[in-house]
């Protein structure tokens, strides 16, 4: 990967290269940062020709995108769309605690301690939506419940070890689109698939399913 700079509109803008054994270029902006992949040898002004030619449905992409968290003293994190600011009281202990709109990190791993905090409350938030969803809506045994940190997927499900895994980018979320996330997961129990069968299943526990996909399509992960 390299990264180079490219003036839109009188704005310096970054943007990283990834040379690739492939036929023709793609762009796309992945995190606030525009991504080129193109074939091995291709030129820099072919690539910058064709980002002058996208800049006006590129500039907007990159305008929106907003971070779900800075982990720095006064930054903020967002927690079911709420946002905290981060007050940093450096004591060695990897805990933190909320106060109104401000969470309190003890430790100077910043990220490392919010993170685990918010791990655990995305948890304790999947395990009664889960036992809930399955005491009414699904005739399943509990499966086992893990937090990644996936870069391309909110969720994952492992029929064969009863076993589904969950973005922990989901906290940032609001919890309707949560619960949609879980019940297709827990679909992918009935239907090992994306059919027509398996969104069938989700239609039934979710009628509103088809807004709250379109509502999930549009955020980053």
């Not at 040379?19 to 040898?41: D, L, W």
């Not at 940093?88 to 605690?97: A, E, L, S, T």
């Amino acid at each position: 990967m390299k990264s180079y700079q490219i003036m839109f509109n009188q704005e310096l803008i970054s943007y990283d290269v990834y040379f690739k054994n492939m036929k023709s270029i793609r762009i796309r902006v992945k995190e606030g940062r525009i991504q080129v992949s193109a074939p091995y040898y291709t030129p820099i002004s072919f690539i910058e020709e064709n980002l002058y030619k996208y800049q006006d449905k590129l500039l907007p992409q990159l305008k929106k995108y907003i971070p779900y968290a800075i982990y720095q003293n006064q930054g903020y994190v967002m927690i079911y769309e709420k946002k905290y600011t981060l007050s940093v009281r450096d004591v060695q202990i990897m805990k933190c605690q909320i106060h109104e709109d401000v969470l309190y990190v003890y430790h100077s791993r910043i990220q490392d301690c919010v993170e685990m905090y918010l791990k655990k409350i995305l948890m304790d938030y999947l395990q009664e939506k889960i036992i809930e969803y399955l005491a009414y809506d699904f005739d399943l045994d509990m499966p086992l419940i893990e937090i990644k940190k996936y870069k391309g997927r909110w969720g994952s499900c492992f029929y064969k070890d009863n076993k589904v895994t969950f973005n922990l980018s989901l906290i940032h979320l609001p919890k309707d689109l949560i619960d949609y996330v879980i019940v297709h997961e827990l679909a992918h129990f009935l239907q090992a698939n994306h059919s027509h069968l398996f969104y069938q299943e989700i239609e039934k526990r979710m009628p509103d399913y088809k807004q709250r996909q379109k509502r999930l399509k549009e955020i980053h992960i």
